[in-house]
T-cell receptor, first 117, second 110 residues
Framework: GAVVSQHPSRVICKSGTSVKIECRSL??????MFWYRQFPKKSLMLMATSNEGSKATYEQGVEKDKFLINHASLTLSTLTVTSAHPEDSSFYIC?????????????FGPGTRLLVL | GNSVTQMEGPVTLSEEAFLTINCTYT??????LFWYVQYPGEGLQLLLKATKADDKGSNKGFEATYRKETTSFHLEKGSVQVSDSAVYFCALGGFQKLVFGTGTRLLVSP
């Protein structure tokens, strides 16, 4: 149980294009999903908290117009990197909290590696 | 604010050696504590957790005890295997967010 998927697992795009990454909770409902960015050999940096049916809450320093987040259902959140540039190349990981959870346990997706040329 | 400090890696061990990865935290209130593991090229997997002081989380031979008096949650395993090679993250939960340590890479050789 508590499986989170991400699609695509890898994506290569040209500079200036937009890329959409999907995060799905497969066997549970998630009112809250989280988007992280991980730099090589570094820890995870929380980018934003995505709440179903409302606007995402972005962490300080994260450009909300560049990283568009939509959480349209209890099982799907999307992150769109708009007008991607090489510095946006990174490993993006989502996580989800089960609506029935009584603790802060988050279940993580396998990650999406983005390479912007 | 909340923060987590982990020992720097890499930690290099031979198979069947004893493992300790130190983790200390600073937090307000009574957060939950977690260890996550990340295998190469993959996302994070929850390894174990503890939700209150003196709780011991355990899974796959790993264990960690929530020590409020020393604000620590050290990860231990009695006998590591090559397949345990990964990056281990200590995390603290509070106000719906997780705060992660910088991760400790474990390398186990045969």
């Amino acid at each position: 149980g508590a499986v989170v998927s991400q699609h695509p697992s890898r994506v290569i795009c040209k500079s200036g294009t937009s890329v959409k990454i999907e995060c799905r909770s497969l066997d549970f409902q998630a009112t809250t999903m989280f988007w992280y960015r991980q730099f090589p050999k570094k820890s995870l940096m929380l980018m934003a908290t995505s709440n179903e049916g409302s606007k995402a809450t972005y962490e300080q320093g994260v450009e909300k117009d560049k990283f568009l987040i939509n959480h349209a259902s209890l099982t799907l959140s999307t992150l769109t990197v708009t007008s991607a540039h090489p510095e946006d190349s990174s490993f993006y990981i989502c996580s989800a909290r089960d609506v029935r959870a009584t603790s802060e346990t988050q279940y993580f997706g396998p990650g999406t590696r983005l390479l912007v040329l | 604010g909340n923060s987590v400090t982990q020992m720097e890696g890499p930690v290099t061990l031979s198979e069947e050696a004893f493992l300790t990865i130190n983790c200390t935290y600073t937090a307000t209130g009574y957060p939950s504590l977690f260890w996550y593991v990340q295998y190469p090229g993959e996302g994070l997997q929850l390894l174990l957790k503890a939700t209150k002081a003196d709780d011991k989380g355990s899974n796959k031979g790993f264990e960690a005890t929530y020590r409020k008096e020393t604000t620590s949650f050290h990860l231990e395993k009695g006998s590591v295997q090559v397949s345990d090679s990964a990056v281990y993250f200590c995390a603290l939960g509070g106000f719906q967010k997780l705060v992660f340590g910088t991760g400790t890479r474990l390398l186990v050789s045969p």
